[in-house]
Nanobody, 120 residues
Framework: QVQLVESGGGLVQPGGSLRLSCVAS????????MGWYRQAPGKQRELVAR?????????TYKDSVKGRFTISRDISKNTVYLQMNSLKPEDTAVYYC????????????WGQGTQVTVSS
């Protein structure tokens, strides 16, 4: 059963913007915080943005993306978004979403991810 489907990646020039989308199963979306992760070639996967499951939808970000990335969600669509502005070459990676548990660990099997390439 597919629980996470990411989309919206592509090739963009430095300084450009992209908006990623992730449709999650209702079970995940309603029970857990949701997060966006990324994995660059030769590097470990890292959590870059997180939004709580509660009504307030509080957000946290990795320092390197603060002020440039914004995570949001549409509860009616079981969808979480990542708006990425002022993109840099070092943002190049495959981006994944997942539910995040209390210990900041991913909950579900990974989806296929979406490739983001920032290059001139």
């Amino acid at each position: 059963q597919v629980q996470l489907v990411e989309s919206g990646g592509g090739l963009v020039q430095p300084g450009g913007s992209l908006r990623l989308s992730c449709v999650a199963s209702r079970r995940l979306f309603g029970s857990y915080d949701m997060g966006w992760y990324r994995q660059a070639p030769g590097k470990q996967r890292e959590l870059v943005a997180r939004i709580t499951a509660g009504g307030s939808g509080s957000t946290t970000y990795k320092d390197s993306v603060k002020g440039r990335f914004t995570i949001s969600r549409d509860i009616s669509k079981n969808t979480v978004y990542l708006q990425m502005n002022s993109l840099k070459p070092e943002d190049t990676a495959v981006y994944y979403c997942n539910a995040v548990n209390t210990w900041a660990l991913p909950v579900a099997s990974w989806g296929q991810g979406t490739q983001v390439t920032v290059s001139s």
